[in-house]
Every structure is written in C-alpha cells, then in structure tokens.
C-alpha cells in the first residue's frame, strides 16, 4: 500500500515562504521519480516541480527562480521550497510520484492548503 502525506501547508503573506514535506511510505514498482502539482479553486491540476531518479527537475515557468524541489533519500521524503510567493501560488499542493512498468501510473497525496495573502 503505497501511502504519500504532505505536511507544511498553510497561509502566508505575499513575499514569504513555506517549505512543503511529502514523506512516502510502501514500495513503488517501477519508481521513476516525484513531485508537487497544484490546483486553484476551477482550475485543472497543474505541474509545479518534479524531481526524476535520476536527478533531473522539471519547474513550472510560474514557478522558476522562486520554487526548489529536493528529496532525503534516507526519510523516502520530497520537499517543496517556496520563497517569494504570490497571491496567485494560492492552491491546493498534491505530491505526486509516479512509476513506470509498462504503463504510467501516478500515486496521490490528499493535498494541502497554501494561501498567499495580501
């Protein structure tokens, strides 16, 4: 039973920061790598950072020079680093990780809360 819980979610003013944890429990056949999607009140779920085994990051334009995803190997954790937000990062964050056998599959997180204030 592959399980992700996110922690660190809350409200903040514009400018600031807020770090995001997703810790991951179970084994992932065909583990390829993890990451963080985020989803505005109507809007579809967007890609906001992830990180491959291999190292390599993918950022959401929005999000570039503000955003830093990182993992612990050791604690099987992802981490979200948020500095400078802005009103417009408000979301629901869901950590995501996804693996590869002969199809993609994508396990989910129950999300948390960001809310950037003015």
């Known amino acids: 039973q592959v399980q992700l819980v996110e922690s660190g979610g809350g409200m903040v003013q514009a400018g600031g920061s807020l770090r995001l944890s997703c810790s991951a429990s179970?084994?992932?056949?065909?583990?390829?790598?993890m990451g963080w999607y985020r989803q505005a009140p109507g809007k579809q779920r967007d890609l906001v950072a992830f990180?491959?085994?291999?190292?390599?990051?993918n950022y959401a334009d929005s999000v570039k020079g503000r955003f830093t995803i990182s993992r612990d190997n050791a604690k099987n954790t992802v981490y979200l680093q948020m500095n400078s937000l802005k009103l417009e990062d408000t979301a629901v964050y869901y950590c995501?990780?996804?693996?590869?056998?002969?199809?993609?599959?994508?396990?989910w997180g129950q999300g948390t809360q960001v809310t950037v204030s003015s």
């Open positions: 179970g084994t992932i056949f065909g583990f390829y790598g």
């Open positions: 990180l491959s085994n291999s190292g390599s990051t």
């Open positions: 995501n990780a996804r693996a590869r056998t002969t199809i993609w599959y994508d396990y």
